[in-house]
Structure formats: C-alpha cells, structure tokens
C-alpha cells in the first residue's frame, strides 16, 4: 500500500503563484511515476502533469509553460509549481502514483481557487 499527502493549496488571485507538494510513505519502492491530475466541478479529473523516477515529465496542453513538476526521491515527495494562474485552473488537485503493478493510489485532494 502507498498513501500519499498533499498540501499547498489555497486562494490565490490570477497571475498568482501555488506551490502544492505531495509526500508518499508505505511501499515507496513500488511507485514507478507519480503526478498531478484535477478535477473542476462538473468535469472529468484530467491528468495535470507526470514525471518518471528518472525525471521525464509530462504536461497537458493547457499548463505547459506555465506549471513545472518536479520530484525529490530521497524525500518521496513530488511538487507542482504553478506560475501565472488562471481562473480555469480551479479545481481540486490530486496528487497521483502508480505502482509497478499498474495499481493507481490517490491522496485525499487540495483545492487550488483562482479569483479573476
């Protein structure tokens, strides 16, 4: 089992930036990439960014340029850097690792409000 924390969210004002970070503990060996997805009201949770133990990262369309993920393996941590925030990236974001199994863990969510 893998349980996963996040923190950082907040109300920030457009243009404002957000630092959330998300600490792993349990069979941290098991985690192969770890992420960030959202969820808006109304909407489907879609997938924010990823990064592989060995750095690559991923990103949506929505937030390149914008939102840098980064990820500190002796502190089984995994952060998103979010600059230049927009009112359409409100939503709760969920902190994501997937085991070698193809096991998908979630923390519990961290509401990020952006007010225009």
């Known amino acids: 089992q893998v349980q996963l924390v996040e923190s950082g969210g907040g109300l920030v004002q457009a243009g404002g930036s957000l630092r959330l970070s998300c600490v792993a503990s349990?069979?941290?060996?098991?985690?192969?990439?770890m992420g960030w997805y959202r969820q808006a009201p109304g909407k489907q949770r879609e997938l924010v960014a990823s990064?592989?133990?060995?750095?690559?990262?991923t990103y949506s369309d929505s937030v390149k340029g914008r939102f840098t993920i980064s990820r500190d393996n002796a502190k089984n941590t995994v952060y998103l850097q979010m600059n230049s925030l927009k009112s359409e990236d409100t939503a709760v974001y969920y902190c994501?690792?997937?085991?070698?199994?193809?096991?998908?863990?979630w923390g519990q969510g961290t509401q990020v409000t952006v007010s225009s």
């Open positions: 349990g069979n941290i060996g098991s985690i192969k990439p």
């Open positions: 994501n690792a997937k085991s070698i199994w193809s096991v998908d863990y």
């Open positions: 990064i592989t133990r060995g750095g690559v990262t």
